[in-house]
Nanobody, 123 residues
Framework: QVQLVESGGGLVQAGGSLRLSCAAS????????MGWFRQAPGKEREFVAA????????YYADSVKGRFTISRDNAKNTLYLQMNSLKPEDTAVYYC????????????????WGQGTQVTVSS
């Protein structure tokens, strides 16, 4: 069974930085694409960034391009999201997700999800 556990969320002022981590276990992730999604109160879950586990192809939502960086450490089976120049509109619960297949941007394409970590950006 795949388990994904996020950490690293918190409260930060606008313009600040946070790094989220997602520890993955339960499978060999060599054929998996990994993604970060977020959900703000009253809004649908939205795509943030994704990466393929082996080749490290990446893809970002326009709203975070140039500010966020997705990466992974194969040896540690850990996914990261470095978030810089944070804005109040980045406030949301951030989720890590895994897809046994190619890189996708739709939440329905991901079978495995973490429990989420809260990111709050104050103005």
């Amino acid at each position: 069974q795949v388990q994904l556990v996020e950490s690293g969320g918190g409260l930060v002022q606008a313009g600040g930085s946070l790094r989220l981590s997602c520890a993955a276990s339960g499978r060999t992730f060599s054929n998996y694409a990994m993604g970060w999604f977020r959900q703000a109160p009253g809004k649908e879950r939205e795509f943030v960034a994704a990466i393929t586990w082996t080749i490290s192809n990446t893809y970002y939502a326009d709203s975070v391009k140039g500010r966020f960086t997705i990466s992974r450490d194969n040896a540690k089976n850990t996914l990261y999201l470095q978030m810089n120049s944070l804005k109040p509109e980045d406030t949301a619960v951030y989720y890590c997700a895994a897809n046994n297949g190619p890189l996708r941007v739709g939440p329905s394409e991901y079978a495995y999800w973490g429990q989420g970590t809260q990111v709050t950006v104050s103005s």
